[in-house]
């Protein structure tokens, strides 16, 4: 059994950081591409970042690039979005993902493409 446990959100005004985590058990954690989506309020889930299971190859949103920063430490099976600049447009629930069996040195925006989610973790951003 595959378990993401997400951690880390909460209130934070505009121009603020968070550091997210998500934790994951259950399989070999390097096995996994691993992503970050978000959905707020009255929206679809979106994507905002992905890394591959090397940890080599990085991808981002559009609305997010410059300011987020996806990573992964391996020994400790944990991917963390680092958030800075936060706007009050980032306030969402955000959702870590793995994908099995990716290619070694890619990841997907696709969330169709994830097998495993998280419970969610809210972030406010208070203008």
């Known amino acids: 059994q595959v378990q993401l446990v997400e951690s880390g959100g909460g209130l934070v005004q505009a121009g603020g950081s968070l550091r997210l985590s998500c934790a994951v058990s259950?399989?070999?954690?390097?096995?996994?591409?691993m992503g970050w989506f978000r959905q707020a309020p009255g929206k679809e889930r979106e994507f905002v970042a992905a890394?591959?299971?090397?940890?080599?190859?990085?991808y981002y949103a559009d609305s997010v690039k410059g300011r987020f920063t996806i990573s992964r430490d391996n020994a400790k099976n944990t991917v963390y979005l680092q958030m800075n600049s936060l706007k009050p447009e980032d306030t969402a629930v955000y959702y870590c993902?793995?994908?099995?069996?990716?290619?070694?040195?890619?990841?997907?925006?696709?969330?169709?493409?994830?097998?495993?989610w998280g419970q969610g973790t809210q972030v406010t951003v208070s203008s």
């Open positions: 993902a793995a994908d099995r069996d990716r290619e070694y040195h890619t990841a997907s925006y696709r969330a169709g493409e994830y097998d495993y």
């Open positions: 259950g399989r070999t954690f390097s096995s996994y591409a």
């Open positions: 890394i591959s299971r090397s940890g080599g190859s990085t």
